[in-house]
């Protein structure tokens, strides 16, 4: 679940953006939206999750991806929302491709699962890459081992406690908060997890550990 920035020298670093580089030459080849939606969402994993790691590897050692910044045209600009992916003429972010792209086409919450953010609070970084034939089965179990892990959900005294990840994708997944966040974890909680997700407390954002998933 993390990855050992410190060892990536030159030649990984290179081989991260060839790659990044690739996927984004796929897109200006073909037109993604006619691939079926597994291959689509596969796509857009594989390419949010590498271009952010290509980006905090060439920043490292700084250690909270969430803050580092970059100078646009005399502006600064946080990692998240720099627009350095440019497909078919429009430049895009890391945010766009989560919230503009997935969150708004796709209806079933799990997607939150398949995006690396680059620090511990994060879910799972995968070793292998996503595919339409391995999709349902990772997503599955990112969830369930995020769900079940204190990152994503545990029980205080005077609340339940969830990660910010589900806030940020409150408006597409979760728009009647304690009902529709309860019904999504109860699919994945189990033992002790899940009969802390029972009691009746409302939910809070729970600390974030914004450190880098570094080994």
Not at 74 to 87: A, E, P, Q, R, T
Request: net charge negative; charged share 25%; aromatic share 14%.
């Amino acid at each position: 679940s993390r990855v050992a920035f410190g060892f990536l020298n030159d030649n990984y670093r290179e081989a991260l953006t060839q790659y990044r580089e690739d996927l984004v030459s796929i897109a200006n080849q073909i037109d993604i939206t006619r691939l079926s939606k597994d291959e689509q969402l596969a796509f857009w994993f594989n390419l949010h999750n590498v271009a952010l790691i290509e980006k905090i590897s060439q920043e490292y050692p700084e250690d909270i991806p969430s803050t580092l910044l970059f100078n646009v045209n005399g502006s600064k600009v946080f990692l998240d929302n720099l627009k350095f992916l440019k497909i078919r003429g429009e430049n895009l972010s890391l945010r766009n491709i989560r919230e503009d792209i997935v969150f708004s086409n796709w209806s079933d919450p799990r997607v939150i699962y398949g995006f690396f953010r680059g620090d511990i609070g994060s879910p799972r970084m995968l070793r292998l890459a996503f595919t339409a034939n391995n999709l349902e089965y990772r997503l599955n179990a990112n969830a369930n081992e995020f769900v079940n892990s204190l990152r994503g959900f545990h029980e205080s005294r005077k609340a339940r406690k969830v990660s910010k990840i589900y806030d940020e994708a409150k408006a597409f997944y979760f728009p009647n908060w304690q009902t529709d966040l309860t019904a999504h974890l109860k699919q994945f909680a189990e033992g002790e997890t899940l009969e802390e997700l029972n009691v009746g407390k409302p939910f809070e954002l729970d600390r974030y550990e914004n450190k880098i998933a570094d080994l």
